[in-house]
């Protein structure tokens, strides 16, 4: 006789960069033992993988190569609260007396922010470029370690670049070699790269903002918690 199957619920959760609803269920303990297995690694790259396959088969994505990080972020946040807990418990350390203080946020709590902001960048009066936001498998491709540097920086501007426009014509980017692309962005003076570095500067973030009042010394610290990194210290 064959055991009995546990029904699974389903819930709906809304894709930040798109506004596209997807369908979602909690992760099992065979996908936990996954997760659990990568954290005790203390390998970034494993434990990146390891979320990215809990999403794939938590989530109906046919693909996960167009989703933004901060979509991956958000989504693997959701599933960890329909899976263990919406509540979590932070241990936060005051800014005063570095004192640890408990605090509790909510999963529903946390918001994507900026997600609206302009992907067009003008970098003259007349000439602009439409961007898009770095993909998981855009950081996949690129060297994580050189993202601090110009070269590194100027690696992510390229792969990120949709198209170029003026008055008179858009120039698509996958139409456009590589080599044209990279001598369009180092003929830009100072000011105009700078136009175009803010737009990864305000790139959008799971992001939750409280005040604490610190149980040692009683100072009040507003706390930024920012990446996913930062829901579970």
């Not at 506004?19 to 992760?27: A, E, I, N, S, V």
């Not at 949709?162 to 830009?188: G, P």
């Not at 790139?203 to 009042?213: F, L, Q």
């Amino acid at each position: 006789m064959a055991l009995p199957k546990i029904s699974v619920p389903r819930y709906d959760i809304e894709l930040p960069s798109t506004g596209k609803t997807l369908k979602m269920r909690p992760y099992l303990v065979k996908e936990e033992k996954v997760l659990m297995i990568a954290l005790e690694s203390s390998d970034p790259a494993q434990i990146t993988q390891a979320v990215r396959d809990v999403i794939s088969v938590c989530y109906n994505l046919d693909s996960l190569e167009d989703l933004t990080t901060f979509d991956i972020e958000y989504l693997f946040l959701h599933l960890r609260g329909k899976s263990v807990g919406e509540e979590m418990d932070l241990q936060i350390k005051c800014e005063h007396c570095e004192e640890l203080n408990p605090l509790h946020v909510n999963v529903n709590d946390i918001k994507v922010t900026n997600v609206d902001n302009d992907n067009i960048v003008m970098v003259t009066d007349d000439v602009g470029l439409k961007m898009k936001w770095p993909s998981v498998e855009t950081f996949g491709t690129l060297d994580v370690e050189k993202l601090n540097t110009v070269e590194g920086l100027m690696e992510l501007v390229i792969e990120c670049i949709e198209s170029i426009f003026d008055n008179d014509a858009v120039y698509d980017a996958k139409q456009t070699s590589r080599k044209e692309l990279v001598e369009f962005i180092e003929n830009l003076n100072s000011e105009q790269f700078k136009k175009v570095q803010a737009f990864f500067q305000d790139m959008p973030v799971i992001e939750h903002v409280e005040e604490i009042v610190c149980s040692s010394c009683g100072e009040k610290s507003k706390v930024e918690l920012r990446g996913l990194q930062s829901f579970f210290s």
